[in-house]
């Protein structure tokens, strides 16, 4: 992987809490692994994706249990707007109670089983890019389980529509 500030390949138990990435010409932080913690971080002015999380077994359905939290992410995938601003892949991980503002192209892609997407605030995506969605499901058959949920959506949530995904809500507005 080229251009990543911090890579935490396979950990278990990691916590990357209170740090903030900042005018980055690649990806911010990638992180894979089990029962792993990104909290109170924020990703700011980055030219690809901010936040790659892989975590669990989609194959074998063991859950990650890797929990982003109260994270911000303003101004990423600035270089790239066919890109993700935060991208979650694998088995039974959280992402919840997070801000992303300022993207080119998505805001949060997430594929596999069992994900959770919950009471995240989305604002002002897919404005350079418009065949992404704030929220894109990646078209994958095997997100079944997976739960978005939130108090209110407002605006346009692409293709996650996968089977068995629950869709009730988080704030995602267009300007």
């Known amino acids: ?10 950990g278990v138990g990691c916590e990357v809490r209170n740090c903030r990435f900042t005018a980055l010409g690649g990806m911010g932080l990638y992180l894979s692994g089990w029962r792993n913690r990104v909290a109170d971080c924020s990703f700011d002015q980055m030219a690809h994706v901010a936040l790659t999380l892989f975590g669990g077994s989609s194959q074998r359905l063991e859950p990650g249990g890797n929990v982003v939290e109260r994270c911000t ?3 990423a995938g600035l270089d790239k707007p066919d ?5 979650i892949k694998g088995c039974g991980n959280v992402f919840r ?4 503002t300022n993207a080119p192209g ?5 594929s596999g089983p069992d994900q959770q997407i919950l009471s995240n605030r989305i604002v002002r995506t897919t404005w350079r890019n418009n065949d992404l969605g704030a929220l894109y499901g990646a078209g994958d058959m095997l997100s079944y389980g997976s739960r978005v949920v939130g108090k209110f959506r407002v605006g346009r949530v692409r293709e996650c ?3 068995f995904v ?3 809500g988080n704030a995602i507005h267009f300007h």
Do not use: P
Not at 1 to 10: N, R, T
Not at 83 to 87: L, N, S
Not at 106 to 110: A, H, P, S, T, Y
């Open 83 to 87: 890109g993700e601003v935060v991208m």
């Open 161 to 163: 529509c996968n089977t």
């Open 166 to 168: 629950r869709l009730d």
């Open 1 to 10: 992987m080229k251009f990543v500030a911090v890579i935490l390949e396979d």
């Open 106 to 110: 998505g805001g949060l892609m997430f």
């Open 97 to 100: 109670d997070n801000f992303i």
């Open 73 to 75: 992410f303003a101004d």
